[in-house]
Every structure is written in C-alpha cells, then in structure tokens.
C-alpha cells in the first residue's frame, strides 16, 4: 500500500457513518427519485402492549394494526411484507376485520397481485411472510443471514423464533424458482432509491427500509419499533433478540428520516390517524 493510499484509507475511517448515510440520502434526493408510500390494514387483534414494549404494563392492550406498506415510482410496485393468508393462522389468531391481502389492495389502491414488481420481507415471522406467494411476479427481498438461519435448502425450518414451517417450504420453492434475493448485509440499496438496513433484531436478521419521496426519507420500521410508544419513549420493543442494538436501530432510524414523523412502527394503529386517509384502511405516508 502507498502512503497515499494508506493515508486515504485511515481518513476514510474518520468520517462518520451517520455523515455517509446522510450523504447517501442527499444523493438519492439528487437523482429525482421519488416513491409515494402507503399504509395498507388489513386486519386487528387486540394484543398486551407489554409485548410490544419493553417494560409497559401488561394489563393494557391495544388493537394492533397488521399492515402492508406499498412503495410505487420508478415503474415499480413494491410491498414493505405482505401479511398473512393461510386458514391456521385465521383460526390460531381470529383476526378482527380481515381481508386477505390481495383484496385489500385491490380494493384500497387498485393493484392487481400481478402488478406487484417486488416485496420486502422485513423478517420471516408468519404475520410479515406468508402472503408472498400470493403475489406471482414479484421478486421477494429478505437478509441471507435471515433467510439462512431459518430456511434449509429443502425448506425445513433451522431455528425456531423465526420462520413458519408451511412458509419455510414456501420460500424454498420461491428460491428454486430464483425469485428470491438475498441481501448482504445493512445499509444496502436494492431497489434505486430505496434502502434496507439491519440491527433492529426482532429477529435473527431482521430488516427495515429507508424510501426516498417528495419529503424526503421515509422509514418502514416494521416490528423493529411496534409502536409510536417505543419510539417517543425510547423503549426497546420486548420481543427482541438484544434490546440495546434495538434501542441503537430506532436512534438511527430517527437520525435517517427526513423528519421524525415519518419513522413508521410496524403495528400502531395510530398511522391511520396521524396520515391522512385515501380509502378505507388506506392512508398516505407522502
């Protein structure tokens, strides 16, 4: 290595990673990409908000919101997840207001499941993943470490804590068919204009997405925050794999956000309150 080189290299180590990323989302608004995001419910279940944020008071409970985030620009129609449809999981949970996932679509913003161009899977759990076959050209985004760690190459389920075992088989027959994706790792654009990144650790791999639009950066947390509560009280979400790189995860998604509105929990059902309604169950992020 030259001195120059060497010298590069050791000043590149100095600067911040929250200027790098700023940077990047700088960049991202510079090239004109821009995506309207959307919050799509689809079902209730009354759930403890103890189990949702670490510490709280288990006795309360809350009417959690299961939603699909639609990101569409760029010719693309992309999921942030895609629910759940399968009969055991309507029987195991009794969802209150169901509606299978390609119906709410349909209904709330006119996508057809073949319009769908891309999903994210934020993490494997059954609640996020199962409707991903529902939606049969769409290319399926999910961690290798996440996919790796749950799914054997037959669709066996490695680890449990994670993936369902009729969801494992799902995506190994997606992966056969080679419409699954793997992501290497944090702070990966996969999608121009759109970013995922890791730490949250609701799950071995779990992941959440950054989305550029007309205000900026938008972020999808998933259930690496459930609430607005984990994020406005700076509580680790209590289903947690480590509640400290938890804590860490919802600090950065605040510093990534164009403004710390649009960091966006996973389960509040208060989304359909503080953004403004488009159709039934459907409300504009921006």
């Known amino acids: 290595m030259t001195r120059l080189s060497a010298f590069l ?19 991202s608004q510079a090239s004109g990409l821009s995506y309207e995001v959307y919050a799509v419910r689809f079902a209730s279940v009354s759930y403890p908000v103890g189990s949702l944020v670490a510490g709280a008071d288990r006795t309360r409970r809350i009417d959690i919101a299961f939603t699909i985030w639609v990101m569409k620009g760029s010719g693309r129609t992309i999921l942030l997840d895609a629910g759940f449809y399968r ?27 073949d319009a769908v161009t891309d999903i ?3 993490h494997s759990h059954w609640d996020h993943a199962d409707g991903v076959d ?4 769409a290319k399926i985004w999910i961690q290798r470490q996440e996919y790796e760690y749950y799914v054997g190459p037959q669709g066996e389920v490695l680890h449990s804590g994670g993936v369902d075992s009729d969801d494992a088989k799902m995506f190994a027959a997606l992966n056969a068919d080679g419409r699954v994706l793997l992501v290497d790792g944090d702070a990966r654009e996969i999608i121009p ?23 900026g950066v938008v972020i999808l947390a998933s259930d690496n925050a459930y609430l607005y509560e984990n994020l406005e009280e700076h509580r680790a979400i209590a289903q947690t794999l480590d509640a400290a790189s938890n804590l860490v995860a919802q ?15 996973g389960h509040d059902p208060s989304v359909f ?12 992020i921006d």
């Not at 290299?9 to 960049?27: G, K």
């Not at 309507?90 to 509606?99: E, I």
């Open 87 to 113: 009969e055991k999981f309507l029987q195991q949970w009794k969802p209150v207001d169901y509606v299978r996932p390609t119906d709410a679509l349909a209904t709330g913003l006119k996508i057809a499941p």
């Open 134 to 137: 529902l939606f049969p050209k």
């Open 9 to 27: 290299t050791c000043a590149l180590c100095l600067v911040p990673f929250a200027l790098i990323e700023r940077r990047t989302s700088v960049l």
């Open 193 to 215: 204009g759109i970013t995922v990144y890791t730490g949250g650790k609701h799950t071995y791999a779990s992941q959440y997405a950054g989305v550029q639009t007309r205000s």
């Open 273 to 284: 309150e503080r953004f403004p309604e488009v159709a039934k169950g459907v409300a504009r």
């Open 251 to 265: 600090e950065r998604m605040l510093r990534l956000a164009a403004a710390p509105k649009f960091v966006i929990p």
């Open 120 to 122: 994210i899977v934020s």
